[in-house]
Each structure stands twice: as structure tokens, then as C-alpha cells.
């Protein structure tokens, strides 16, 4: 049995169904949250996940997205996407979304959607990565939010090292040696790669396999384009940052 577990699709059917399609029958799926916001699909992403027996937890964008909770902190486009996506979310997506936590224990492991310190904080250094190892025992621990796919290692001494995985690849966990994995951004990665971005985790063989997966940008740009979203989100998808 294996773990497929998705981060920040926000939106994004492409891509979601392009990730969807890469996986096998028995994968479980688990979300790190931002299933809404920026993208011009939500209730369809919500719907997909919700099918699939997905066990998610909340994102900030889906928090504002249902109670408009911390826009003051979005930027400008982000909360113009925030705006439509109020305004177009469905009864079950909404219904769903206020049903969701901000931690999950599964297993070994803990998913959340920033940092285990403060659900919406951003780890982006050694440092950050270490306030977050302290503030939780979990040796392995599951985020997304800043949609750069990378990890952090807390070895047995107290060191702690980083490797990015921009273009996906496998992190063996050592006994002893704590985990932080980013598995990057399904439907808008920002680490200058712009397929898809999500990781497999299977807990018998102790190894994380982060993997990058090809959609059609194009037709999620026409899609923003007709919904009028803000441009820049269009562009950024290019991009991949
Ligand atoms: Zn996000």
C-alpha cells in the first residue's frame, strides 16, 4: 500500500486529473490542503477528491475561500481569486471544506498544510525547518504552501540538511533521522518547473518518491482567461514560479 499525497491544487482541473491518471488502483490519497483558490475549477477539483476518499486537511485558501478568514494577509491577485472563488463555490464543496481539520496524524507520519508550529507559516530554511521539528515528535511530517517541492532532514545529532526536488526524485528515510517534505504544488508550482508537482510515500519500504507530472497548461489558461481572473495567473503557470 502506498500514499499518494497532493498539495495546493487550487483549482486546477488539469492537472489534478493529469496527477489522478499517474496513479495506480490501490494508491491512498491524501490532500495537504488549498484544493480552492486562484484556479477556475474548484468545485470540480473538490468533487475528484471527494470521490476518491480523500482524507484532507485545510489550506489558508480554502479557510478564506469559506469564511473569508486571513485575506487581509493575500496579495492583491490572490484575493481577487479569492473574491470569485466565494462567489462560485457549491453547497458540497463548502459543506466539505468547514468538515476539514488543520492537522491529520496518519501512521507515522503528520500532515499539515504550512508548518506544524503555526498551520499557515511558511518553512523556507534550516531554521524555520527547525522550529517546526520542535514543535511536533512526528518523525515524518507532510506540508505544501509555498509550492517548491523540497526536504529537510533532522539527523539523530541535531543537524539539519536540505535537498530540493525540483525535478521530483526519492528520498530513503534513515532510521534515526527526522523528515520534513514539501511535496511541492499540483496546480501551480512555483519552483521554476511548471508540470505537477505531488509525492508517493510507502511506509513498509520507508521511502518518500516525489514526482513531476506534464498537463495542458494551455487550456487552464483559455479557462482563466474566459472566467476573467486576474492575468497574472495565467502567465505564472508557464512560468512555474
Ligand atoms: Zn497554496
Known sequence: MRYAILSDIHGNLEALEAVLASLSPGDQLLCLGDVVGYGPNPNECAQLLRERDV???LGNHDVAAIDNFGVEYFNPIARQAIVW???VIDPPTRDWLGSLDYEL???DFLMVH???ERYFEYILDDAAAGRAFAATDAPLIFIGHSHIAEYYQQRPDGRIAHGALTQGGEV???PGHRYIVNV???GQPRDFNPAASFGFYD???RVVNVVRVPYEIERVQRKIHA???PEQLAQRLTLGR
Open 184 to 186: 511541492g504544488s499540483v
Open 105 to 107: 496524524h496518519v501512521e
Open 55 to 57: 482524507r484532507c486537511v
Open 85 to 87: 472563488t466565494q462567489d
Open 172 to 174: 530513503a528515510l534513515l
Open 114 to 116: 504550512g508548518s506544524p
Open 203 to 205: 511506509p513498509e519500504q
Open 227 to 229: 472566467c476573467r481572473l
